[in-house]
Every structure is written in C-alpha cells, then in structure tokens.
C-alpha cells in the first residue's frame, strides 16, 4: 500500500473468514444453550406447580402391590397392582399411587399421591395421602398420614387403632439397618413407639419384622433388572401396625440416602 499523509502507520487489513468464523462460535455456543434448557425442562419434573392444591384423602394402596422406579433420569416411584381382568386394551400394570419429589433442591420431601376413579365421568385423578421430611442430618424420616376428609368421634375410635391416623418415624442404626416409631394421636401418644425393626437392602429384599422378632410384618423382593425400572413385589400382613404403604416410603428414602452416601465417598 502506497504512503501518504492520510495512511496510518500501522496498515490493517480487514478478514472477513475471521468475523465469520466468531458469528459461528458465537452461534453454536448459543445453539448449545438452548438445547441444555429444553433438556432440563424434560427431564426436571416441575414439582411445585403442578402438585399444588391437590385433595387429601386417606391412603387406601392394597396389601400386595408392585413398586418400580419411574423413570431412569430422576426420582420417583410408582406404587401399581396386577389386574384383576387382562386384555389388550388394558395395561399390564395398573397405576394406584406415586411417590414424588416435591423440591427439586431440598432433599428428602416425598408426598404420596394415589389415584381415585371418578366413576361418574370414568377418570382418574389424584390425591395426597401421605407428607414425609427427612432430617437435616439425614438420620430420620417423619411421615404424616392425611386425615382431613374424616371426622372419627372418641366412640368410633374406641378401642381401635387406625393405622392410617397415625405419625411415624424411621430411624436407622450404623449398619444402616432401620427402626420403625409410631404416634397415634387419636389414642393420645405423646411419644413414638418402636413397633418394627427393619432388615436387608432395597436391592436384594427388605424384612420388616416384630420389635422382638417373632413376627413378619411386611417384606419386599429382589428388585427386578434396571432395563424393568428395579420392579419389586411387596407384601404386607393384614395384621401390620402400619398402612402398606409403608415399605413403599422406607424404600425411597433408603435408596435417597445410600445414593447421597455414594455421592459424598466419590467427591471425597
């Protein structure tokens, strides 16, 4: 380039592959962003929004039932029944209750949903049966059965517990067995009792048993191959001192915190 008073003194030259090439990155990077968004969006349940205002009702899942993951992305179970009548327009599985997430940042708030059948308009639609919270050190669960669509008098309660009226507490010792409390308050507890001692792993089967022992209460299978979402028989003695859905919640949280524990030895 020739000189004159009008050149600078240090020439520039303009490339254009160079602008374009940053459109480019600039592009992708954009790209990129919005398909982890959409990701995020599908796999992330909205837990809050579409859970709110659900009814109560009290919990009715039947003494023998399958439990099963619900997805392979995040938490959930499903709580379903064989059915009584099989054909092709009906599903293998029959779907009674979920166990869901209620928080996606605070671990260890479950609700159970189950499902009731409108037989006026031939649908289903769900309730909320059962709250549960885990500790801030991660050593107890609380559960809180709902009981505000039934009013009982002192008469109707008389000489009867309702295991579906009560509060419970679970508790595991250092070998990460579990300790199953309850208080009724119908029957004027004011302090948790021990009522189960709880043996074995989600994985290979799970025992619930007398306090001394001597009586089964409930038990759980090996869970079935991952590719069946770890699909598991549970059940549970009429003669239980605790709704059958219980086995369904300890399930949860035991898998909730052994997970949290495997989380926290690969970080360390």
């Not at 009290?58 to 064989?82: A, D, N, Q, R």
Request: glycine share 2%; net charge negative; proline share 6%.
């Amino acid at each position: 380039m020739p000189f004159n008073e009008r050149s600078p003194l240090i020439s520039y030259s303009y490339d254009e592959e160079e602008e374009i090439s940053f459109i480019q990155k600039t592009l992708t990077l954009i790209c990129f962003v919005i398909a982890l968004s959409i990701v995020v969006l599908i796999f992330v349940s909205p837990h809050n929004h579409s859970y709110s205002g659900l009814p109560s009702d009290i919990s009715s899942v039947p003494y023998h039932y399958m439990l099963s993951h619900k997805s392979y992305i995040h938490f959930g179970y499903l709580i379903e029944t064989l059915p009584i009548e099989f054909d092709d327009e009906q599903s293998e599985f029959v779907l009674l209750a979920e166990i869901v997430s209620i928080s996606p940042w605070t671990l260890g708030n479950y609700e159970v949903h189950e499902y009731r059948k409108n037989i006026t308009i031939d649908e289903t639609f769900p309730v909320k049966t059962v709250d549960s919270s885990l500790s801030f050190w991660m050593n107890d669960v609380y559960i809180s059965f709902k009981k505000d669509p039934y009013s009982f008098n002192d008469t109707d309660l008389s000489d009867v517990t309702i295991p579906e009226l009560c509060d419970y507490k679970i508790t595991w010792n250092w070998i990460f067995n579990g300790h199953l409390y309850r208080k009724c308050d119908f029957d004027n507890e004011e302090s948790y009792t021990h009522i189960s001692y709880i043996k074995g792993s989600t994985s290979w089967g799970l025992k619930f048993v007398s306090p001394d022992g001597s009586d089964i209460y409930a038990t759980t299978s090996a869970t079935d191959y991952w590719w069946n979402m770890h699909r598991r028989d549970v059940d549970v003695n009429p003669l239980a001192p605790f709704p059958p859905v219980i086995p369904a919640i300890y399930t949860a949280y035991y898998d909730t915190i052994q997970r949290n524990r495997e989380n926290n030895n690969r970080r360390n």
